[in-house]
């Protein structure tokens, strides 16, 4: 993985889940999408390629893979979706908060190694 300024894309990506945790909570429906593209982008700055289907069956791929099902959840409820249901949601929201927190930690680490 190669990392950009891991400090920098720390304290950024760390200021705007702040700014849409509170609605995580209050409104998640609404906040999910968000959240989901605030993740999709720490994934990509960390080297993670979520479109490489060769990357999705690698090391990466639990991952990938976990990420990927949390944005069908967000896909689907962004297009108004009966299928899913508010536990989906919740479901999203956790998974994508541990992948938040997993590249968060990576993130750490890089810039303690600097």
């Known amino acids: 993985m190669s990392y950009d300024d891991p400090g920098l894309n720390r304290h950024e990506w760390e200021s705007e ?3 849409i945790e509170e609605d995580l909570h209050t409104d998640p429906v609404s906040a999910l999408p ?16 979520l479109d490489d289907p060769v990357a999705r069956e690698g090391e990466e791929r639990e991952v990938i893979a976990d990420y990927l099902a949390a944005h069908e959840i967000t896909r689907l409820s962004e ?3 009966t299928e899913i249901s508010s536990g989906d949601v919740a ?24």
């Open 79 to 81: 297009g108004g979706s």
């Open 17 to 19: 889940f702040a700014s």
């Open 34 to 49: 968000e959240f989901d593209s605030l993740v999709a982008r720490m994934l990509n700055n960390a080297g993670y390629d």
């Open 91 to 114: 479901a999203a929201i956790n998974a994508l908060r541990e992948l938040y927190d997993f590249i968060v930690e990576n993130y750490a680490a890089a810039d303690a190694d600097l």
